[in-house]
């Protein structure tokens, strides 16, 4: 019997990495699927497994931890047949840099960066050995656009965007590639997990949301084709070509600076 190909995602408690197993499931992946909170990712690989009847190992971590970090880059070493790694964990803290607790910026660095190069760097090599594999690096619109509340989350995204896309530059020619997802406002338990009030989460327009399946098709989609940066959604394309002229962005980018204060 030939063996499934298997995808380990992080943060596939909620959300996006919710989405991005059951989708893969339905495609006939087996998954490794890992979040702090065992109680849902149990739940949802008993949903999965009873649906699509592919194989679903569980694995808990705080990737803000190092012993948890070091854990699943081991599991990561050590899965064969890993096909596609998704590095998708990620948590905001908005709010002025000087006002948040250093920790958290720390904790925020080491989820969105530390866990995903040491994953990256775990799983690339058998990747390449056998000339076949997809990452996905989940990043963020905000990695384009810088703002005021978002230090740490910007810069840690705008470090996953370039990692990924110097990552593919080097990867692709061996077969395996590099996608990092790019997506804006996407309705999921993020917001809420990052306590922003009604207040701030009333002030961004409706046709700003995305629907987190689109989100997840379209990432999918992209990696059939090979495609590095993905940015979901035609009207965030859109902002972001505005956002890159030179008068017209530095407009937009001052009237984002006005907004959020
Ligand atoms: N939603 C948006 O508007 C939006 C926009 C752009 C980019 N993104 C990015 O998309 C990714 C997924 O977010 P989402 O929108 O799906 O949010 P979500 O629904 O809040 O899911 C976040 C996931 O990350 C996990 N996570 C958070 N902190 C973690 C930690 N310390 N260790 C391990 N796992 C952790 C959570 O699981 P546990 O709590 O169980 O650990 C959860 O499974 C993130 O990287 C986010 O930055 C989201």
Known sequence: MPINQT?????????????????????????????????????????????????????????????????????????????????????????????INVHDNIDMCRVHIEATMRFCSAALPGMIERKQGNIINVSSVASFIPVPKGTTYCATKAYLTMFSECLNMESSPHGVHVQALCPGFTRTEFHKAAEYSDEELSQIPGWMWLDAEDVINESLRAMDKGKCVVVPGKRYRFILFLFRLPVIGSILKNSTRKRRR
């Not at 990737?63 to 081991?74: G, Q």
């Not at 964990?89 to 006002?99: Q, R, T």
């Open 7 to 99: 995808a380990l995602i992080t943060g596939a408690s909620a959300g996006l990495g919710q989405l991005f197993a059951e989708k893969l499931a339905a495609r006939g992946y087996d998954l490794i699927i890992t979040a702090r909170r065992q109680d849902r990712l149990d739940e949802i690989a008993k949903q999965i497994t009873e649906t699509h009847g592919v194989k679903v190992d569980t694995l808990s971590a705080d990737l803000s931890a190092y012993d948890d970090i070091r854990t699943v880059e081991e599991k990561i070493r050590t899965t064969e047949n890993l096909t596609l790694l998704i590095n998708n964990a990620g948590f905001a803290v908005p709010g002025y840099f000087h006002e």
